[in-house]
């Protein structure tokens, strides 16, 4: 694992944002597991921040199911099941199959050319990159398509649910030969919505979370076992 820096900076934006990113990122990045329990006084110290701010963006973050509150424990890593994890996906290939097809019908050459470069970028980094440089240009893709596909809420739902399926994406993409046909399903899903056809990029978005959902339960049954 990465060496992860958990300093935040107090002039820009706003701490609590900040926190939110830094804690947010090393869950999603496997700093901090799913069932483990963060401790205040720990995070005061990991950041350089007060017990306040720590407070105010684990609050956020149990708001965005990242964070779970348990009595007489406090908060912890969220857990995810098989089942929550199936619906979870279920939800997500119904709305980004619906983007990739808006972003295709509807988006501007000039989004639609960022998206081929968010892939190369992604591309790149998967020849060497880390695996938290990977997760982060897989994030720079989506938000380009969620930005792309023209719809407000649809991008905020999916944005959410980004959120919850940063728990299981690196179990996901740790599986044996899952980068490279999930890079083989982002080159379709580019190429169908430059092309505008948005049969094929509605398609494409779905096939490629039908087998991410395939290789993340198939994780999560082998760390069960």
Known sequence: MTEMDFKVSKRNSTLRGQVEDKIRAAIREGHFVPGQ??????????????RTS???ALRHLEA?????VIPHKG???AVMDKQEAQQ?????ALLEG????QFALTGSVELKAKLGSALSDFERIAESGTSGELLSAKAGFYNLLLKGCGNVFVGQTL?????RIALLRMTSMSQPGRLVHSLTELRAIVAAIQAG????????????IRNAAKAALSGMQSKAG
């Not at 965005?64 to 779970?68: Q, Y």
């Not at 979870?88 to 997500?92: A, F, T």
Request: glycine share 8%; charged share 30%; proline share 2%.
């Open 197 to 208: 056809d948005g049969v094929a990029a509605g398609n494409a978005c779905r096939l490629h």
């Open 64 to 68: 965005e199911g990242l964070i779970n």
């Open 88 to 92: 979870l996906y279920e939800l997500r």
């Open 54 to 56: 720590i407070r105010e």
């Open 37 to 50: 329990r963060l401790v205040e006084r720990e995070l005061c110290e990991l950041l350089d921040v007060s």
């Open 75 to 77: 908060p912890t890593v």
């Open 98 to 101: 619906y983007a990739g097809e």
């Open 159 to 163: 944005e959410s649910l980004y959120n």
